[in-house]
């Protein structure tokens, strides 16, 4: 562990717009806990709170009203000792946003998390300094790899009739249902459902009438059913199957991670698609004029996903070089933290790239099954693309921005704006911002590199070999974390009231 302690005199923040005299002096004592981690010990001196709190009752005693006396012109000790308790908070906030900005200003490390500490617990001292210490993430400092000239294989394609073909039953199982069949369940057959989940005898979750297609594996949010295609072929309506998984270390339940469950599935109905039978009325239906443009939407489809497979197999070659000696170790909170934001950056890259619920489901399953070792791995490339980034100056344009909404709203048929809103409640823009720079960065070193192209038709399998639902077994994944710091000072009940434009 490095210790660094740092008086900080302002000489890290713009002096052109900002008076000196109005700087927060403060004692810094910077902590390397680990490369992604810094524990922060922050002291004020007494000078600087008497001045905060000289400032902040300038600003209230022009304008308190206490009985007995004229707006203004009551004794400042009397307005001193009524607004003690709401100017201690407004100072505490004060002192404590302007020391972490003057932390962040300082440039001592690249912060990628908020403080971590209790902000009702620290008080300002009667006497003597103020002190306050939390523990941040941060980026880990690191010499930029060498990502000039690289040996790279870029895979190709060329989409033939014979590929639209095979494709064309996984489409139109999106827009279908397909006609109810007596005999038992075949391959890409769809069923309906119900299912029971058990842990040593205790049912702990159950499904109603979920549909799946038929295939080799099914996952869920946190197991793998991987006979599931054996089990169920052969199924006919009414027909029960049982099997046992294992919950995957990633599962929200910390306690069920690594144990059996027993699985009984119930056949409620078997469906199958005929894509020689959909007639060209059911085609109008579903908004194409008729087997040609479904044959042109299935080919726009497919080329738009081999680009994403084009590129995450140039980014796979590219970060596994570049981060060939990026072992940081990663605090388990950080993991944690950024796991959900991961397989939420992970769910719009992919609708972006023109990719079914179902295959998203299937790229999040696994994820989520490898939560852990594949939210390390993603941080890690990231760290290394920002820093190429930072140094290249890269940043998203705002027709970046647009292009990447307008393509997340093409395939969630929703409006532009509506997905631009949910991106801006949720956090995710930032996501949004994330995935062009780092894309951006993918294609200059892939501009430099020594590219050979390689045919590849791995890409086009004729039946995928795993279905996925959007559920887990075990119970949710944790939400992303809402800010853990307000700004506003703490309301005191009974106190007399601040004048309303000194609040702030």
Excluded at 208 to 229: K, N, P, Q, Y
Excluded at 274 to 280: G, Q
Excluded at 390 to 411: H, W
Aim: proline letters at 4%.
């Amino acid at each position: 562990m490095s210790t660094t302690n740092l008086d900080t005199d302002g000489s890290e923040v713009d002096q052109e717009n900002t008076d000196p005299s109005k700087l927060i002096q403060v004692d810094l004592q910077i902590n390397a806990v680990s490369a992604c981690e810094r524990h922060v010990v922050v002291t004020v001196p007494r000078t600087e709170i008497d001045r905060y709190f000289r400032e902040a009752f300038d600003q209230v005693s022009p304008k308190a009203e206490l009985p007995g006396f004229r707006q203004g012109k009551a004794p400042r000790r009397l307005i001193e000792s009524r607004f003690k308790g709401q100017v201690s908070e407004q100072v505490k906030s004060s002192l404590i946003m302007d020391s972490l900005q003057k932390v962040t200003d300082g440039g001592h490390f690249s912060a990628i998390s908020e403080p971590d500490f209790d902000y009702n617990a620290i008080e300002i001292p009667e006497q003597g300094d103020f002190r306050y210490e939390f523990k941040i993430e941060v980026r880990p400092d690191f010499e930029t790899p060498n990502w000039n000239g690289l040996n790279l294989t870029r895979p190709t394609i060329n989409l033939t009739e014979e590929d639209i073909d095979r494709h064309l039953t996984r489409t139109l199982a999106r827009f279908v249902p397909g006609e109810s069949v007596d005999g038992p369940a075949r391959l890409g057959d769809i069923i309906i459902f119900n299912a029971k989940f058990s842990v040593a005898g205790e049912q702990i979750n159950e499904l109603a009438e979920e549909s799946t297609a038929v295939r080799s594996t099914l996952s869920f949010g946190d197991a793998v059913v991987a006979d599931f295609g054996s089990l169920i072929v052969g199924a006919a309506e009414g027909e029960k199957r049982s099997t046992t998984t294992v919950i995957s270390d990633g599962a929200s339940n910390a306690d069920l991670r690594g144990r059996t469950v027993d699985i009984e599935f119930e056949i409620v109905e078997v469906r199958r698609i005929e894509v020689e039978e959909i007639s060209d009325k059911k085609l109008e239906e579903l908004g194409f004029s008729g087997p040609q443009e479904l044959r042109d939407f299935v080919r726009d489809e497919l080329e738009r996903q081999f680009e994403y497979h084009q590129q995450q197999a140039l980014r796979k070659q590219i970060v596994q070089i570049l981060t060939k000696n990026a072992n940081w170790d990663m605090p388990q909170s950080l993991v944690n933290k950024q796991t959900s934001r991961e397989l939420q950056r992970m769910i719009l890259e992919l609708q972006r790239s023109g990719f079914s619920q179902e295959q998203i489901r299937n790229y999040v399953n696994v994820a989520r099954n490898n939560a852990r070792e594949s939210t390390i791995a993603a941080l890690r490339e990231h760290f290394v693309l920002e820093k190429i980034a930072e140094e290249l100056k890269i940043e998203p344009s705002q027709q970046a921005y647009d292009r990447e909404v307008n393509l997340i709203a093409e395939q969630s048929e929703m409006s532009p704006r509506k997905i631009r809103a949910r991106l801006e409640k949720t956090g995710q823009m930032d996501a949004i911002r994330n995935q062009i720079v780092e894309r951006e960065v993918i294609a200059v070193i892939a501009q430099v590199a020594s590219l050979v192209d390689v045919a590849d038709t791995t890409f086009l399998k004729q039946e995928p070999e795993s279905s996925s639902l959007d559920f887990t077994i075990t119970g949710e994944l944790a939400a992303i974390p809402e800010a853990q710091h307000d700004n506003a000072p703490a309301a005191h009940p009974g106190a007399p009231k601040l004048p309303e434009n000194e609040k702030n």
